[in-house]
């Protein structure tokens, strides 16, 4: 007999697996489907996220760091060191063990909340009638299972974007998994794009010895950011860490031979330049995983990109089917996804439950955007940039983490935080960060945006001395031109 379900999620990355979690508690019977082995074969839920993303990347970012201030800042702290060195097998096991820990609590939260999980790939299969459930078949290797459901919700994320001359084999020709696996520093690094995963991973091998070379096509630096905190993280970084980092190149050709690798690209100039290297990172983006859903098959609607088509509450163009994350529109951001599981996850309940409220949505633009470099760059809401290409008439404030006393303590003063403000309602339109744990401080600008708070609001709300936080009231005080501290 066929297992029905109320709800079927397919993906149990941050979108599915919350999604997932949130109908159980809404009372819904649902079941998460999921194809993702761990490097033994074993089944690990978590998807990109967990297993190769954005855990196992800031655990190595955190050693990185620490071993970078043990080598460059204790002395200042007057704490000496000798005989300094590091062992990055131990690295990539504590790395492995904080993943194996997050994986299997999803696991534990699925069993807490009485969700169902099957593991394999799921593919939706056409329906004979419109009043029919969904059907899903589930293969995982040679055994193959069919369930069915009234709501499907698709959580599949993405996948890294191939570079068509060079195949990945996560030995020399590195994807995000790769970067996070070497047990080695290579002496050369090549990185091919300066994203959030190639500044990331870049960081964290330059810091324990690599001489890292980006090489990126935009031909701006992090153009999705506020040009201001791009042009200055540029120069942090290479100054400061050590980063080579080129814009505006265009590769020709990759070679490797035996275990060096050869770019042959021109750089902004249009001037042909060679790149040799032990190591290359190929971190050009990433796009929807849709290959084997189905979508074809049953009329679901895909755009020339890949995404799935949805409206602003995920609804894609057949009845009772959702869409989250990175296989929609909006940013590729983990919180993101969760967010709109857990909307779609109330929407379908009150579907469900006919209670006749409104389905939620996800603002994108209070959704918060963070590098996790050193300093840490995040900013949510419009940029300069936007402002002015739209003719939105606006005011600025900013101020210097150099002058706060908790920045100075820390040893760790450089970048700046900004505040772009309505000129007429001086509603707050987005709010620019660059320095320590700024992926803490922009919460507070976000819940301000999402209250629709003014930056007098800001100005005027008592934060703590000595605090981070004292830089973004500081820079709230700047758009009215009343700074206190500069």
């Keep these: 007999m066929t297992k029905s379900f109320d709800v079927a999620v397919i993906g149990a990355g941050p979108g599915g697996y919350v999604a997932a979690i949130r109908c159980a508690q809404l009372g819904l019977n649902t079941v998460c489907i999921d194809e993702w082995k761990n490097d033994q074969g074993v089944a690990s839920l978590g998807g990109t996220c967990l297993n190769v993303g954005c855990i196992p990347s800031k655990a190595l970012l955190e050693s990185s760091e620490n071993f970078e201030r043990a080598a460059k800042k204790f002395t200042d702290h007057g704490i000496k060191l000798e005989g300094l060195s590091v062992d990055v097998p131990v690295m990539i ?24 999980s099957l593991h394999g790939r799921g593919t939706l299969l056409k329906r004979e009638s419109e009043n029919d459930p969904w059907k899903i078949q589930v293969k995982n290797g040679e055994e193959t299972e069919e369930i069915q459901a009234e709501y499907i919700v698709i959580a599949t994320g993405s ?4 570079l068509p001359m060079i195949e990945i084999d996560n030995e020399c020709v590195l994807d995000n998994a790769g970067a996070l696996a070497l047990t080695e520093v290579p002496k050369r690094l090549g990185v091919i794009g ?5 500044l990331e991973m870049g960081s964290v091998w330059c810091r324990l010895g690599s001489e890292v070379t980006i090489l990126e096509a935009q031909p701006s630096f992090l153009m999705a950011a506020d040009e201001q905190i791009a042009k200055e993280a540029q120069k942090i970084f290479t100054r400061e860490l050590g980063l080579i980092i080129q814009t505006g190149v265009e590769i020709k050709s990759i070679e490797r031979k035996q275990q060096q690798i050869t770019i042959d690209y021109a750089d902004a100039k249009q001037e042909a330049q060679k790149l040799e290297v032990d190591k290359l990172i190929v971190a050009i983006g990433r796009i929807p995983n849709i290959a084997g859903l189905g979508a074809d098959e049953i009329g679901l609607k895909v755009d020339e990109r890949g995404y799935i088509e949805v409206d602003a509450h995920c609804r894609t163009n057949l009845p009772k ?22 909307a779609i996850a109330e929407t379908i309940a009150s579907r469900k439950q006919e209670s006749g409220s409104e389905p939620t949505a996800v603002d994108l633009n209070c959704v918060p955007w963070v590098i996790y470099t050193s300093p840490e760059i995040a900013w949510v809401g419009k940029t300069e940039q936007q402002l002015k290409e739209e ?7 900013q101020f210097p983490f150099m002058a706060n006393g908790r920045a100075r303590a820390l040893g760790e003063t450089s970048g700046f935080v900004k505040v772009l403000a309505d000129a007429e309602s001086d509603r707050i339109l987005g709010v620019h960060m660059m320095g320590p744990y700024v992926s803490e401080m922009i919460a507070e600008a976000v819940v301000a945006m999402e209250f629709a708070a003014s930056s007098e609001d800001l100005a005027r709300i008592i934060h703590a001395h000595p605090s981070l936080s004292e830089v973004l009231h500081e820079a709230a005080l700047a758009v009215d031109k009343r700074a206190l501290h500069i």
């Design 159 to 162: 996948i890294p974007r191939p």
């Design 93 to 116: 096991a504590r790395k492995n063990k904080i993943v194996k820990a997050f994986t299997g609590g999803i696991a534990m939260l699925f069993k807490k909340n009485k969700v169902a």
């Design 391 to 397: 003719g939105i008439t606006y005011r600025a404030g």
């Design 321 to 342: 089917i959702y869409a989250v994350g990175d296989v929609v529109r909006g940013p590729m951001l983990a919180h993101k996804a969760s967010e709109e599981g857990v």
């Design 194 to 198: 300066a994203g959030v995963i190639g």
